[in-house]
């Protein structure tokens, strides 16, 4: 059964800006922290930002400042608001919820930022 989904990926200009959201189907109160990585081609998967409940959220330095994540607990979703995108920004970005018995990934969506 599908636990996470992606959406919102694509092709963005070099200082433009994308919205991810990740709907989760998992018992939303049994969520404990949700969060986005990245991997980029040749690299390993990292962390971009996670959101703790509904509150204390965690950036990696690169993305301070021009990501926001954010968590709808009503629509049990987590969303990443990526503004002045650079090209170093793209990879397939992975939705993640982890809990007390688990630790979901989505499948991944693709930002490519590219003049």
């Known amino acids: 059964q599908v636990q996470l989904v992606e959406s919102g990926g694509g092709l963005v200009l070099p200082g433009g800006s994308l919205r991810l959201s990740c709907a989760a189907s998992v018992n939303r109160f049994s969520i404990k922290t949700m969060g986005w990585y990245r991997q980029a081609p040749g690299k390993q998967r990292e962390l971009v930002a996670t959101i703790t409940g509904g509150g204390p959220t965690n950036y990696t330095d690169s993305v301070k400042g021009r990501f926001t994540i954010s968590r709808d607990i009503v629509k049990n979703t987590v969303n990443l608001q990526m503004n002045s995108l650079k090209p170093a920004d793209t990879a397939v970005y992975y939705c993640?919820?982890?809990?007390?018995?688990?630790?979901?990934w989505g499948q991944g969506t693709q930002v490519t930022v590219s003049s």
């Open positions: 993640r919820a982890i809990g007390v018995s688990f630790d979901y």
